[in-house]
C-alpha cells in the first residue's frame, strides 16, 4: 500500500514537500515515482527516482523546480516542489516501479498511491 501525503492549498512562487510512504512490503529494490493528473487530462509522468536513489528523472515542465528523493530504507519518497505555478495544479500520485530504473512511461508502474491534490492559485 502506498499513501501519499502533503498536498494542499499555495500561492504562486510557494513550495510544498510530497510524501509517499509504503507498508506492507518493502519496495527498496523498485524505482519509484510520481504522477500528476488534472481534470480532462491524461495522467502525466512528473518525476522518477532508480531503487539507490542515484539517477532521478524529470518532465521538462519541472525540471529545475521540483526535487525527488527517497529516505535511506527505500520505501518513502519525496517531492520537493518549488517555485508552484498555477499550471502545477493536480492531484499528485506516486507509484512503485516494476524494476529498479525510473521511467516516464506510466505502464511501467505496477502499484498506486490514491493521490494528493496540490493548488496552486496566481
Known amino acids: 500500500q502506498l499513501q501519499a501525503s502533503g498536498g494542499g492549498s499555495v500561492q504562486a512562487g510557494d513550495s510544498l514537500r510530497l510524501s509517499c510512504a509504503a507498508s506492507?512490503?518493502?519496495?527498496?529494490?523498485?524505482?519509484m515515482g510520481w504522477f500528476r493528473r488534472t481534470p480532462g487530462k491524461e495522467r502525466e509522468f512528473v518525476a522518477a527516482?532508480?531503487?539507490?536513489?542515484?539517477?532521478?528523472y524529470y518532465a521538462d515542465s519541472v525540471n529545475d523546480r521540483f526535487t525527488i528523493s527517497r529516505d535511506g530504507a527505500g520505501n518513502t519518497v519525496y517531492l520537493q516542489m518549488d517555485s508552484l505555478k498555477p499550471e502545477d495544479t493536480a492531484v499528485y500520485y506516486c507509484?512503485?516501479?516494476?524494476?529498479?530504473?525510473?521511467?516516464?512511461?506510466?505502464?511501467?508502474?505496477?502499484?498506486w498511491g490514491q493521490g494528493t491534490l496540490v493548488t496552486v492559485s496566481s
Open positions: 507509484a512503485v516501479a516494476r524494476g529498479s530504473t525510473g521511467t516516464s512511461r506510466l505502464e511501467y508502474y505496477q502499484y
Open positions: 527516482i532508480s531503487w539507490t536513489g542515484g539517477r532521478t
Open positions: 506492507g512490503r518493502s519496495f527498496s529494490s523498485y524505482a
